[in-house]
């Protein structure tokens, strides 16, 4: 049985992810999280609270904290999965340098939004104009979603053509990867994201939606079993599926 260490366990994410591993061959050992709460596993307030050895750092908290919560994971010997985004390329690099171990950098841990990606790449070969708009709840915090750029990384990638030029402007979304992201932030909205492609006298949508986190259950459950077969670091589920 692996030995999980998690990250942000009592966000909203963080709290699927407890009731989902409850009767798995994962043990969750302890909860990182920025305040004290009553739990069944011991909770930590910061990383030099933790006297508890792990297989699998598991990361599910803020932009602000993944990145020193991996180091950290990487000095103990840790294999590690971030869940949040916010990364800079920097930071992956600096990451990808010091790892030991597996690091799976995921995202998005639907298994929709890693078909989406994948189906976004192959219809880039043949459509190169295209433009991505995502949709969450207003808490989250980064925007565009870390599930859009990598879209928008991928889309880049796998163009053939260039894509036509257009008139650029505040209204015309944030350019990553010269991809047009928009994001959207509502209330009855957990994760949504569609990608348009336009051709001659022809469209294409592709469209992935979450509606509950427990969504996200199968596709972490993937991840703790992919990251333990690499050693070093990879981005996307689809990278260990």
Excluded: C
Aim: no cysteine; glycine share 8%; charged share 20%.
């Amino acid at each position: 049985m692996s030995k999980i260490i998690l990250a942000g366990g009592f966000g909203k994410l963080g709290l699927a992810i407890q009731a989902g591993l409850a009767e798995t061959n994962y043990d969750i050992v302890g909860v990182l999280s920025g305040h004290s709460h009553e739990s069944q596993y011991p909770v930590w307030t910061s990383l030099d609270q933790i006297n508890v050895l792990a297989d699998i750092f598991l990361d599910v908290s803020t932009p602000q904290t993944v990145f020193n919560n991996a180091l950290w994971a990487i000095e103990h010997h840790m294999a590690v999965i971030i869940g949040a985004t916010g990364l800079t390329d920097d930071q992956i690099d600096t990451l990808r340098e010091k790892s030991e171990r597996g690091v799976l950098i995921v995202p998005n841990f639907s298994l929709s939004a890693v078909l989406l990606m994948q189906f976004s790449q192959l219809a880039a070969k043949y459509f190169p104009d295209v433009e991505i708009v995502e949709t969450h709840n207003p808490k989250k915090i980064d925007a565009p979603s870390g599930t859009a750029v990598q879209t928008a990384k991928l889309i880049a990638k796998s163009r053939i053509e260039e894509p036509v030029k257009s008139s650029e402007g505040a209204a015309r979304g944030q350019r990553v990867a010269d991809v047009a992201v928009h994001a959207m932030r509502l209330p009855g909205y957990i994760a949504q994201q569609s990608v348009y492609f336009g051709g001659i006298d022809e469209q294409l949508t592709l469209t992935q939606s979450t509606t509950s986190r427990a969504a996200f259950v199968p596709g972490v459950l993937r991840a703790l079993a992919g990251v333990e077969k690499i050693t070093d670091l990879k981005i996307g589920l689809d990278s260990v599926l």
